[in-house]
């Protein structure tokens, strides 16, 4: 039987790597070419958007879109890795932080920002994991980075003590971390802060109600086919017989008008022939899948 090719969007569990997902999925499909669109740590759950068979050859261009989260921040206390699975570097009593004081440092936090991943993050310092470095007792500063938070939103207050918890939803481009907004807004207010829980709700289009656990998937595997999987992400453009034997030969089409970004083409049948972006009076392909 011919491998698959098609997206599965993972509700992953707490615990596991992504690449724990990515082994899992290769063993359920029967095929090696499998990967993952954005990583999430271990201690996260949610959205990982796998891609098995020719659909890896889109992973690249979904993890550039958008992604939304629910987490749980704690205000008072600062660990190594921004999240509660670090070493506490330091504590201060937050339970004097006002409501109108985290607004305030939620609001500086929203929109076009600069922010500073966290140095045990996959960032690459030349070539090398910046979370290896760490481990390996180096003291890693990484560069801020151009992010755009275009949600965050404080659901509810909890406190304890000299502790705030903080229950939030987050809407951000790709590239932000989550852990860092912890940090940051904890860091703003005096206090330190970190992550204690990170449930990923969306990567693009693919929300938590199409998600399927590990061991639904176990049961009944599926992929979300090919031509699907891009017409949810991309925009379409639908052409006749004879481009589609012009885009199965490589050859370059006219302009689509339909970026920024890539634009998925089908043929007359509905199959996905490749995506191409704008690159002036042409669109170039990016991938082609005939």
Not at 238 to 261: C, F, I, N, S, W
Request: proline residues 5%; aromatic residues 4%; neutral net charge.
């Amino acid at each position: 039987m011919a491998d698959p090719d098609g997206l599965v969007v993972v509700d992953k569990p707490t615990g596991w790597t992504s690449h724990d997902v990515v082994a899992r999925i290769r063993r359920l499909a029967g095929t090696r070419r499998v990967g993952h669109a954005g990583t999430l740590d271990p201690m996260a759950t949610g959205v990982l958007v796998v891609g098995v068979g020719k659909a890896t050859r889109l992973l690249g261009h979904l993890a550039l879109t958008a992604k939304e989260y629910d987490a749980t921040i704690r205000l008072g206390a600062t660990t190594v890795t921004d999240d509660a699975e670090g070493e506490v570097t330091a504590r201060a009593d937050a339970s004097a932080v006002t409501d109108d004081a985290i607004a305030a440092g939620v609001a500086a936090l929203t929109g076009a920002i600069q922010q500073v991943p966290s140095a045990v993050s996959a960032v690459k310092i030349d070539g090398v994991r910046s979370y290896h470095r760490v481990r390996s007792g180096e003291n890693v500063e990484l560069p801020p980075r151009d992010v755009v938070v275009t949600r965050f939103d404080v659901l509810a207050t909890r406190r304890d003590g000299a502790h705030v918890d903080l229950d939030v939803s987050v809407a951000c481009s790709s590239g932000t971390y989550i852990r860092a907004l912890a940090r940051d807004l904890g860091a703003s207010l005096g206090v330190g802060g970190h992550l204690t829980a990170l449930r990923r709700t969306a990567v693009g289009p693919y929300r938590l109600d199409r998600a399927r656990t590990l061991d639904a998937l176990a049961e009944q595997f599926a992929v979300l086919p090919l031509a699907e999987a891009a017409a949810a992400a991309f925009p379409r453009l639908d052409v006749d017989a004879e481009t589609a034997g012009r885009v199965a030969h490589g050859m370059p089409l006219p302009a689509t008008g339909r970026g920024p970004g890539p634009v998925a083409v089908f043929g007359p049948d509905g199959t996905l022939l490749s995506l191409v972006e704008d690159r002036g009076s042409r669109a170039k392909h990016l991938a082609v899948f005939v």
